[in-house]
């Protein structure tokens, strides 16, 4: 299995809702990640977990909140969003975190397309 | 700090066209070199890649070489489809101590009929 699988696959929601989005992968990776991605940009890191610590956080609002329940999952758990934060919102995950650096491949999961109202 | 560059889009060409899409970098030493394909809404997918000078990546008839005099690794392929319309990536993975996965602007590509 070399997928990671993403729900929902889209996710329309008002600024005073909770929701979440969720990524899974049974490859063995332990590092994974999320990214944003808005219209015509490359994507933009917000988190990285590595052996399912927090090891990155690229300043993103509190409004994003991260978690990972093992090490095949993890979560997005989002709470009074903006407009603003309408976008692609893809996970990846690698065998290594990041700092292992050299040939460390980051596969990428289908994405939520997120809309806030 | 690392970066990549990438040559401008959009690029439309007619099927069976030859492609370039050129992509240049700046890293302190040999770093490996990606190319990642994004199709129409969908996530992304590594295309090819190349782990050390004069390496040649190659996949679904796309090639790229990696030139450490040129510090480039341009994208080619000698006869284009439609399927092939998508954006294309140039990335750099983390490298000497960097903590991400460097992107280029994305070059998006449609191919008429």
């Known amino acids: 299995d070399t997928e990671v699988t993403q729900t929902p696959k889209h996710l329309v929601m008002g600024m005073t809702n909770k929701k979440s989005l969720k990524c899974e992968q049974h490859m063995g990776h332990r590092a994974m990640y999320w990214y944003k991605q808005k219209a015509k940009k490359p994507p933009e890191l917000m988190f990285v977990y590595s052996y399912e610590k927090l090891s990155i956080n690229e300043s993103v609002p509190s409004r994003f909140s991260p978690e990972c329940p093992n090490s095949s999952l993890l979560n997005l758990h989002l709470h009074a969003l903006q407009p603003e934060d309408s976008a692609l919102y893809l996970c990846?995950?690698?065998?290594?975190?990041?700092?292992?650096?050299?040939?460390?491949?980051?596969?990428f999961g289908p994405g939520t397309r997120l809309t806030v109202l | 700090g690392n970066s990549v560059t990438q040559m401008e889009g959009p690029v439309t060409l007619s099927e069976e066209a030859f492609l370039t899409i050129n992509c240049t970098y700046t890293a302190t030493g040999y770093p490996s070199l990606f190319w990642y394909v994004q199709y129409p809404g969908e996530g992304l997918q590594l295309l090819l890649k190349a782990t050390k000078a004069d390496d040649k990546g190659s996949n679904k008839g796309f090639e790229a070489t990696y030139r450490k005099e040129t510090t480039s690794f341009h994208l080619e392929k000698g006869s284009v489809q439609v399927s092939d319309s998508a954006v294309y990536f140039c990335a750099l993975p983390p490298f000497q101590g960097a903590q991400k996965l460097v992107f280029g602007q994305g070059t998006r590509l449609t191919i008429n009929p």
């Open positions: 990846a995950s690698s065998q290594a975190d990041l700092l292992a650096g050299g040939n460390n491949e980051q596969f």
